[in-house]
């Protein structure tokens, strides 16, 4: 009976996979066509989007006191309101910009002859953890606010962080790659 | 009456592939593909020939053909890997590993189940052996297919239609011995009229996807990466000007 199941399970899931990922025949454009947009869109990432300063104080504990101790009862929320709306833009300006470069790695390392898979599989497993933690910060700032939020928050700046750092490495192969075929030539 | 029909119409669909193949030269893209497509033509018309001259002897002969079809399946699932990724080296050497393994790993699980199974009969255990190296096919289409929705791969509507109507057998298939061998005989009835359907949507998803020549994109990056060393440079000139402006502006008292 686990038997049959188990391949009425695969049959299924081979059927349903098809219908998804061939339904869509329209490729998408790359966002990030060269190396040096992919090293600006790696120092955004790194330097505007993922200090520990900046996110401390998207998600401070202090600002929410400040703001709830002021005599005028508007506000407090107020600031929940304006401050959930930021950290929420962040979070997509964050998400956007490692999936361009995820995006980009993707596209120049299929051509790679010396893919490594074990680093592709790592790299997607890292990628998978950010989206999570990305879609479980988006809920909590939606429904608990802000600053809630920030242990999940750290997470995935760290979980962001390590997929720069990769992206990193794949960008300075790139680059040995390119810079040993001009010399080649 | 119904089954004769859709015998006839999956022979007739099954000529007119090879024809249009012919025709538009597509026999040299995918000669694997057509060659497992001729030889289910044979073996339709060698099943016909038993079923109306040796009835007794149907049995034995769909059997032993169908395994020769379920092999030459792993035939046209390789060739969709070729087709698919032949032009990206890395991602190439990456499917040809998780191909080997997967087959390497369910291969093992076959033949491990087929020893400790109790009792034998031809439809049976033919039936079973055929479901077990259509899962192993199943999985590696869901392994190319993976490989080319993660790295972006477009392919052209020819592969696309292989993908799909082969995938679309693979997982009927599969489905249809599953149950068959579960239900037994009473699953035979419903058998003899989804198996000839399922195929005949096959053979329609091909006939629609394959009746002109339509190549795969060319690979969009791969001339890129000198013109990428450029404006990396350029780039890199440009942020060197502006850090040693940045630093001649503190130093200067």
Same mark, same amino acid.
């Given at each position: ?14 059927? +349903?996979?098809?219908?998804?990922? &061939? ?26 989007? &993922? ?34 709306? +930021? ?56 429904? &608990? ?6 242990? +999940? ?33 | ?86 032009? #990206? ?76 109507? #082969? ?87």
């Amino acid at each position: 009976m686990t038997d049959a199941i188990s391949f009425v399970v695969v049959g299924t899931l081979l059927l +349903v996979v098809l219908f998804f990922s &061939l339904r869509r025949s329209l490729p998408t454009p790359a966002k990030i066509k060269d190396s040096s947009a992919a090293h600006e869109a790696l120092n955004t990432l790194q330097s505007e989007l &993922l200090p520990d300063w900046f996110v401390d104080r998207l998600f401070s504990k202090d600002d929410w006191q400040f703001a709830q101790g002021q005599d005028c009862p508007e506000i407090a929320p107020l600031f929940n309101r304006e401050r959930k709306a +930021v950290a929420l833009s962040w979070l997509k300006q964050t998400r956007e910009h490692v999936a361009e470069l995820m995006d980009f790695h993707l596209r120049l390392a299929r051509e790679r002859p010396d893919l490594k898979p074990s680093v592709e599989l790592k790299l997607s497993l890292e990628y998978a953890q950010f989206q999570i933690l990305c879609g479980l910060l988006a809920g909590l700032i939606r429904a &608990l606010g802000p600053v809630r939020g920030r242990s +999940v928050a750290g997470y995935a700046v760290s979980a962001a962080a390590n997929l720069g750092k990769v992206s990193e490495k794949a960008l300075a192969d790139l680059n040995d790659a390119v810079i040993v075929g001009a010399e080649g030539r | 009456m119904l089954t004769q029909t859709l015998w006839w119409l999956g022979m007739a669909l099954e000529l007119t592939l090879l024809l249009r193949a012919v025709r538009n030269n597509l026999l040299k893209t995918f000669p694997i593909f057509y060659t497992y497509l001729a030889y289910v033509l044979v073996e339709s018309l060698v099943r016909f020939y038993v079923y109306v001259q040796f009835p007794s002897f149907y049995g034995l002969s769909y059997w032993v053909t169908q395994l020769g079809s379920t092999l030459l399946g792993y035939g046209v699932v390789w060739e969709i890997c070729r087709q698919a990724v032949a032009r #990206y080296p890395g991602t190439f050497r990456m499917t040809r590993n998780a191909i080997v393994l997967i087959f390497v790993i369910v291969i093992c699980k076959v033949v491990v189940s087929s020893l400790t199974s109790e009792g034998w009969s031809l439809a049976q255990t033919t039936g079973e052996l055929e479901r077990d190296f259509r899962t192993v096919q199943a999985f590696l289409i869901l392994a190319i297919v993976g490989l080319l929705v993660h790295y972006r791969i477009q392919i052209g509507r020819n592969l696309r239609g292989m993908i799909w109507g #082969y995938g679309f057998f693979i997982g009927t298939s599969i489905l249809n011995l599953t149950f068959r061998s579960f239900l037994g005989e009473v699953f035979q009835i419903w058998w003899q009229y989804l198996q000839p359907v399922a195929y005949v949507v096959v053979l329609l998803i091909w006939c629609a996807t394959l009746w002109s020549s339509h190549p795969n994109p060319e690979p969009e990056t791969d001339p890129r990466i000198e013109q990428d060393y450029q404006s990396l440079v350029a780039a890199t000139r440009r942020r060197f000007r502006q850090a040693r402006a940045h630093v001649g502006r503190t130093v200067r008292p």
